[in-house]
């Protein structure tokens, strides 16, 4: 088969099949961002911004440090003043889920045991991330996204 000629037909097919190949693979990743997108944020970003920097000197205020563990089938949610003492919230409302996706959040039924918040979750592998929103007793809201740490 030597001195096969390349033709323009042979050309038309090989540029067909690759730019085919690549409008596939984006329309497949298109559909894919779309299904699992979980929506907006807030309904409004412009009043959201405009508020942004009172609530975030409110809630820096509060001085809380949260950190999430996930050990022995409980989800252990620590939260802590400045002096490193647990701080026992007016209101909690918590969300665990990965970071890519919505399909596998939990929402929790969390109970102080006097230390930190503890609920029993099942969870598979991989990462995992906390959204919580918490009212302090004197009506401050603090809202942060924490990293799961897993043993």
Not at 15 to 35: D, E, P, Q, T, Y
Not at 47 to 59: I, L, Y
Not at 135 to 151: I, M, N, W
């Amino acid at each position: 088969m030597a001195g096969r000629e390349i033709t323009g037909k042979h050309v038309l097919i090989g540029f067909v099949a690759a730019f085919g190949v690549i409008i596939g693979v984006n329309l497949v990743l298109a559909v894919s961002a779309l299904r699992t997108f979980p929506g907006l944020e807030v309904s409004n970003s412009y009043v959201a911004s405009q508020e942004f920097d009172d609530r975030k000197a409110a809630q820096e205020a509060l001085g809380w440090t949260v950190r999430a563990d996930h050990t022995g089938g409980l989800l252990i949610l620590r939260i802590t003043d400045e002096a490193g003492r647990p701080v026992a919230v007016a209101d909690l409302d918590a969300t665990v889920g990965r970071a890519t996706h919505v399909q596998d959040d939990q929402t929790p039924d969390f109970s102080f045991d006097g230390t930190a918040y503890v609920a029993p979750v099942a969870l598979a592998g991989g990462n995992w991330n906390v959204r919580m929103t918490a009212r302090a007793k004197d009506g401050t809201l603090f809202e942060q996204r924490v990293v799961l740490h897993k043993d």
